[in-house]
């Protein structure tokens, strides 16, 4: 069994006690590698050279360029390694070996070359109109790097968030700590592997494994740390944000939702019915964005519902590592008795329980739960309020549009959600009015590194992605230059001197 290590001022290390812990894969409930199980002082000491690195600007120094010719370098050795990343992520989060070999692994890494590219392209001088009062000004804005900041990590998608966090802080001159979540760190602990081949300054990146408890609130508590990136639940946000307050470091928080997903009446059935639940049971329904409240219209109610319930039957749940699999396990055993709950609540809630709810036949093992279908929803009931983060889709019927639209911003979330119709500019109208930071038509998940994502309420702060979140790890300065030469003619200094 591989033994990971911490990733500190450029060199591999233990934790200071030597404790590990195994990580287990969810598909078959078996330890795959031991991880260092990092302790305050650990996360101290990576805190600390991610300062002094940052402080003695061998890095922030460098031109844009020279950053991105490093990175290309790290791009080039995790396309090396493709193949071996999407093996680890579906083992080790229990992502389909179907999704880690065609999404995971490859957009990930493609994610790390755009962001770079993009990131070394974009102005850091920003020219102001000139002034012309009280005389001749030039006024303009420079893009400077932030400082240490620090990436914390959720286990959906643990590749790709480490990409998300990493690149864009690197890119732009940053030092960072990065923090995966505890049940699945081996594909960043990968990520550093590549870092460190690629021979960037020691102290740029850092790796820290261990407890969130633990590690957490040193990252965001320490002032040597400038900046806190998270991606994770709404409630460990709102902890973040208040952790983070004391030493008013930016944060951009990538957080919870609870999408809906908008079915017309004139929608292609085909495309709508197969979108929804794309949109819902992708990885089991553990992705921020899904769309789990689906609102269909009371007129094609019936016969969108028998083909959804026809369609649901061609996913396939199995053994992760199983080409043909399309469904996995969910993360963990907690997050299966999380699942479970939420199934229980909605039946007891009112909801009708049309299929699933229940462990796939013949597997004994492994984290498993069958895509679930509920319908006679109320959108105020728990199961279609809160985030269950799990397979579990609300169907709710409505009878006029602009009803839907009212449920769908009726949340506290607003993250994603879609609208199916063949009326494209219809639907974009109706995108408009859904308060959430992204908006799929005739599709669902799809992201790309140029455009934006975030949310609105209590789904985020801050972007993430394209330029809107590549400039939120830069400070921005107003430099101001006077052009009037002549003493004299500052008569803004004599209300100061009387002379």
Known sequence: MERYQLFIDGRFCDADTGETRPTINPGNEEPIALVPVATRNDTKRAIE?????????????????????????????????????????????GSTIRKTTMMDAPVGIEHFKQLVELGAALPLYEPLPWVDFPFVSWNFVNREPIGVCAGIIPWNFPFMMAVWKTAPALIMGNSIVLKPASDTPLTALELAKAIAEADLPPGVFNIITGSGSVVGPELCTNPMVDKVALTGSTETGKNVMRMAADTVKKVTLELGGKSPTIVLEDADLDLAVDGALFGTFFHAGQVCESGTRCFVPASIYDKFMAQMLERVGHIKIGDPQDFETTMGPVVSKAQLNTVNGYIDLGQTEGARMLCGGKRPAGMNKGFFIEPTIFDNVRNEMRIAQEEIFGPVLSVIRYNDVNEAIQMANDSIYGLGGAVFSRNVPGAIDIAKRIRTGTVWINDYHLLNALAPFGGYKQSGVGRELGPHGLLEYTQVKHIHVDLTADRKKRFWYDYLFND
């Open 49 to 93: 050279a991610a300062r002094r690195s940052f402080d003695e600007g061998t890095w922030a120094g460098m031109s844009p360029k020279d950053r991105a010719a490093k990175l290309m370098k790290v791009f080039e050795i995790l396309k090396s390694k493709e193949s071996e990343i999407a093996e680890l992520e579906s083992k080790d989060g």
